[in-house]
Every structure is written in structure tokens, then in C-alpha cells.
């Protein structure tokens, strides 16, 4: 597992060093609500997001997406799979990994989604004060 984890974060593909909008996830280090609202913050910043996994996260890079989409704050924008040879530190031979790259874009009621979400939080936050 942390070959993988190690994998995503020595990732350094032609041209992507620079990506502002990137995230690659991992399944053992953050819960998954930690990257559901990065990428919302990524959304609000560059309009759109790049979702990416290798391994055993795919599945939580999938999740992210399909919450995101699921609640109207996001569109697919392309999907790619591939494989990535990798080095098996704990054998010391060569692997392939299997990668996932989504791209999503936010809605076009993006924004008011995000703002009805702040209202309601800020108003939930008001009522536990008053009590």
C-alpha cells in the first residue's frame, strides 16, 4: 500500500508538474470528505478539477467523483485509464499499477449550490448558539 501512496506522490508526468487544479488521492492517508471538499475548493478557484489515483485509491478517486456529481455540483468531463510501471520496494521488481484520471467541471448552479450550502451552515451555526 505505500508503495502506491509513494507512487502518486513521486508522480511526475511530461507537462504536469505544474497543475494547479490536481489532486492525487490516497487511500490511506485523508478520509474521503477531506477530498470532496478539495476539490469543491479547486472547482471554485479553476472551474474545473483532475482527479487522480492509482491502486487501491481508484475507488476512492470513483467515490469523490460520483458524490460530487450526485449533488449537482459537477459534470464529468473525461474519464482515462491506464497502467504505470512502478518498482515493488518491498521485492524489488518491477509492477504495474493500475492509474484513473477524472476530469470534472463544475455545474452551471455550481455557485448557488455553494452559496445555499454556506447559508445553511451559517444558519445551523446561529440556532446551536441561541440554544
Known sequence: MEEVTEGVNNMNLAGDANKKNR???SNTKKPLFFYVNLAKRYMQQHNEVELSALGMAIATVVTVAE???????AVEKKIMTSTVDMKDESRGRPVQ???IEIWLEKTANFDELMAAAAAEERDAGDGEEQS
Open 67 to 73: 458524490i460530487l456529481k450526485n449533488n449537482g455540483l
Open 23 to 25: 489532486i492525487q488521492v
Open 97 to 99: 499499477k493500475a492509474k
